[in-house]
């Protein structure tokens, strides 16, 4: 699996929010509505989810492996920097 497609975009002033990715997988399948969130320790994502109970959120997709996590993770803050740095 190869993420072909990252596009990131920007939430004014949500709190911890900072924006919002989809990302294309070998150019044939998109997920939508992934969260780059500022945390306590820096960036990271939260994929998507819908409410299910008080409270409670359940991931609707997302990597079963860490290490696709972690690709996953690393290519949208990737473009999330860049996005930000064409800002400035």
Known sequence: MKI??????KVPNEGRLCAVASITLDDEFV???IKIIE???GLF??????KSGENQFRDIAHPI??????YVQN???KAYENEMNKEE
């Open 4 to 9: 072909t497609d990252v596009r990131v975009r």
């Open 31 to 33: 997920v939508h509505d």
């Open 39 to 41: 945390g306590e320790k």
């Open 45 to 50: 994502i939260a994929m998507p989810s819908k």
């Open 65 to 70: 492996k860490a290490e696709t996590r972690e």
């Open 75 to 77: 290519e949208i803050l």
